[in-house]
């Protein structure tokens, strides 16, 4: 099971943490992806992390603002959203995928487990 936590509401340019927290598996050899979905469009790939820490990916909209990370040993990955903007609103969902060391996967059919959302909403 994956949880998502750390949403809420926040203004234009602020920052929030989201954590992806396992339980009943550990996540050492699984690549962990952030993905984000807002009212009326697809589902979309925001930031993954390969198994080993060795790759990250994130989307040319993310990129330079979200950093992606994980703590093996708590069994969490955390995706930490800096310079947020109105668009970034959306609810946000974490998904686990067993991959090799340096693979990452950007899209929603590389994912085999899936949390149930946290709710991220940018607005003055």
């Known amino acids: 099971q994956l949880v998502e936590s750390g949403g809420g509401l926040v203004q234009p340019g602020g920052s929030l943490r989201l954590s992806c927290a396992a339980s009943?598996?550990?996540?050492?050899?699984?690549?962990i992806g952030w993905f984000r979905q807002a009212p009326g469009k697809e589902r979309e790939g925001v930031s993954c992390?390969?198994?080993?820490?060795?790759?990250?990916y994130y989307s040319d909209s993310v990129k330079g603002r979200f950093t992606i990370s994980r703590d093996n040993a708590k069994k969490t990955v955390y995706l930490q959203m800096n310079t947020l903007k109105s668009e970034d609103t959306a609810v946000y969902y974490c998904?686990?995928?067993?991959?090799?060391?340096?693979?990452?996967?950007?899209?929603?059919?590389?994912?085999?487990?899936w949390g149930q959302g946290t709710q991220v909403a940018v607005s003055s």
């Open positions: 009943g598996f550990t996540l050492d050899y699984f690549a």
């Open positions: 992390i390969s198994s080993s820490d060795i790759t990250t």
């Open positions: 998904a686990a995928t067993v991959g090799r060391a340096a693979w990452v996967g950007v899209r929603r059919d590389d994912y085999n487990y």
